[in-house]
């Protein structure tokens, strides 16, 4: 009975330390922000009919694939990623899959005013304007441009294409040979190598002058910032880190999802294995300390 | 010469050459431990468990760390982390490990001050275990600078800076214990030599050094009881196992310490696989970067009550800054409690709640004044949190000052620490609101606070009262 109270008594000092400094303590150091809704609610919506074929011209029309290139539809780049950031800054975005990760009312909104959509207005403003121009055509053009690439998009997309395309033009991804010019390629030689690291340093530092600073390394993450951290970071950088150079890049709630899961995926690999083989040992010490009770009492038995 | 016969089996035959006999007598069989004993004396076996998983893990992950500041990260939470098999096992309970080793040393060190157990003969012990608690500190402050995150760059930044604060020597000091101008690759590759080999081995020859100083005090009991171990270990050989107040070593201590044991390894390693982030901190997850400092920096939570009596000076007094009067009772914490068996002025060995005067009221308060401390060296020292982390950190030193008075039942004297010490806090009020500014009180104040540390326990005369 007096050990159960000296170990009562333990359990409470030690809860409330434990409850100081880790809930309560980081509670007081990171302000409480609002969680992601995804609804992107201070963007107004786009007419809702559009028609994808004549999406597919208009997107012509007003010039778009000048810099961005559609893979899937045979529409290359018109420039390499290392030349088009000296321009741009960053590589812009392949179409192919952009509708298939961002938000579609967020889609329309970028292309009308992406400034005010990626809530960069601290960044770019009428002397120091944003690269993509404005969009000169109507609001049943933008329907119908985004009805279009929501029809090119593929139904069902892997994370680590939702990572590629939401974020893979800013931030390296070491731990899964992901840099922001594309995947890192086997080397033949040396020559290669050193041809395809001076790229990626051009692109990097075109990237660095264009953002004010160099996107981190996205690798470990998921250890670092956690689950709904990244979550609520990426629905609206603004909110939790005022005045960070990264744009608002309007992901719908399930490719938010699939980023974290990537990241997950690349930088705690051994999640499954850690919570798989988690219970097998707890279960070993609680068979112990069964035995280990049992031995204590027929020893101690002898001797009180 | 021994006298060497044929043996007849490898026991024999050892027992010949090393008295391997004799030698499991000594240090098991008939070593001889109190029977009156709670969950509280398995400490020090949960301990030496802890230290032998950080041996054996820290062997492991010693086999792919790379001590360079450019492989450091990658090393840990890309190879070991992620390639190694069960690189992360060893990794995740090597981090778990360091943090509650130092939970389990705390528990351990106020049960030695609840039951007195480091006084009238067992200064030793206390003293060895002490030194214990420094070294420990000093891998656990080199270890963590290894993966080369945030937090290991900047808690380096920051504490060995804090060398920077002794008078003449500091500037160079500093510079000599990093290897450079600022905290770099040197500094990394020396600590990693400290971690890895130099503190483990003085670490070890301290253990033995512990070990050995309970050989001759003896172990305490529940009651503080004086045993006479000799005339109850015959009892206990002659069979009156029941009627005799020590049991041996092996089997019968160690029994109770296994059971303990398994359910210390169930609450560790449910730590280490489901609950770490306490002992891994995210933002060490982000490789280090000298051009970033994180927005909070704090140490691993074992070091917050030191480094909050540290920050608890947050304003000048005379002629010192609030960074002086901090860093001097921060050296003071660090060294105080190897002091304590003098500051206690009764001889009485007994539980605090049996002992005479205030002991009891003294014993909670100082665990209360640690829990404060450790909590607020977390917060952010803004607004009033400031203030409170200096009633804590003055607290800290007023308990010092004032156990001589408690312990020798010196009522008068006890009355003019407390007053001191109100006074102290009055004055750091009208500091945090502004109202007073640097004036001749608060220094008068402050001296005759030190005076009162320093002096009781030299002047003030043990009161005897052994029962």
Known sequence: MRELKILAIIVVLVGITYWGIEPYAHSQMHPHHEPATFSYGDLQAIAANGDASKGATAIMNNGCTGCHSIKSQNIPAPMDPVTASASYGVNPPDLSNIAAVVDHKFLANVIKDPVKAFKLAHKFNDTKPFPMPAFYGSDQDLADIVAYLVSIAPKEISPKEAYETACGRCHNLRYDNWTVIGEKPKFKNEIEKADFELKLAQYEANLKKYLGTTPPDLSMYIRSRGHEYIRDFVEDPQKILHGTAMPRVGLTKEATEKVVAYLEKVGDRKKEKRNSLGPWVLLYFVVFAVLAYLWKQKIWREVH | ?467
């Open chain 2, 1 to 467: 010469m021994a006298h060497i016969t044929k043996a007849n089996n490898l026991h024999e035959w050892l027992d010949q050459r090393l008295a391997i006999d004799k030698l499991w007598k000594v240090l098991a069989a008939e070593y001889w431990i109190p029977k009156n004993i709670n969950f509280l004396w398995a400490m020090g076996v949960v301990l030496m468990t802890m230290f032998t998983i950080l041996v054996i893990s820290g062997i492991f992950l010693l086999m792919y760390y790379k001590p360079d500041t450019k492989l450091a990260f990658d090393s840990v939470n890309y190879t070991i982390m992620q390639e190694v098999w069960y690189g992360w096992l060893w990794r995740h309970m090597h981090a778990v490990a360091a943090s509650v080793v130092f939970l389990v040393i705390y528990i351990h060190m106020f049960t030695g001050i609840y039951y007195a157990s480091y006084k009238r003969g067992r200064e030793m012990i206390w003293i060895s275990g002490m030194l214990l608690f420094v070294t420990f500190s000093a891998e656990a402050f080199s270890g963590y600078m290894l993966p080369w995150g945030q937090m290991s760059y900047w808690a380096a930044q920051v504490i060995t800076n804090l060398f920077g604060g002794i008078p003449f020597i500091g500037d160079e000091l500093v510079i000599w214990i990093r290897g450079n101008f600022y905290v770099s690759d040197p500094t990394l590759t020396r600590f990693f030599m400290l971690h890895v080999f130099l503190m483990p081995l003085i670490i070890m020859a301290i253990i033995g050094l512990h070990f050995y100083s309970l050989r001759i005090p003896h172990v305490n009991n529940q009651d503080g009881e004086e045993i006479d171990f000799d005339a109850e270990a015959e009892k206990y050989k002659a069979g009156l196992k029941k009627e005799a107040k020590v049991i041996p070593f092996w089997p019968v201590f160690l029994s109770k310490d296994f059971f303990v044991l398994g359910v210390f390894m169930i609450f560790y390693f449910y730590l280490v696989f489901y609950h770490y982030n306490f002992a891994m901190d995210p933002i060490n997850f982000d490789p280090a970067n000298p051009m970033k400092t994180p927005p909070h920096i704090y140490p691993e939570w074992y070091f917050l009550w030191s480094y909050e009596v540290l920050r608890g000076f947050f304003f000048d007094v005379g002629p010192l800054s609030a960074m002086d009067m901090g860093l001097i009772a921060f050296g003071i914490a660090n060294v105080i409690f190897f002091a304590l068996p003098w500051f206690d002025k009764n001889d009485e060995v007994a539980p605090a709640s049996r002992r005479s005067g205030g002991f009891a009221i003294w014993f909670w308060l100082m665990v209360v004044d640690m829990i404060v401390l450790t909590i607020w060296g977390k917060l952010p020292p803004t607004g009033f949190n400031a203030y409170i982390g200096y009633v804590a950190a003055v607290g800290f030193l007023a308990l010092f000052a004032a156990l001589p008075a408690v312990t020798a039942r010196k009522k008068g004297l006890l009355m003019f620490v407390i007053l001191m010490t109100l006074a102290l806090y009055v004055a750091g009020y009208m500091e945090y609101t502004k109202a007073l500014g640097n004036g001749f009180v608060i220094v008068a104040l402050f001296v005759i606070f030190y005076a009162l540390f320093f002096l009781n326990p030299v002047f003030v005369r043990n009161r005897g009262g052994a029962r």
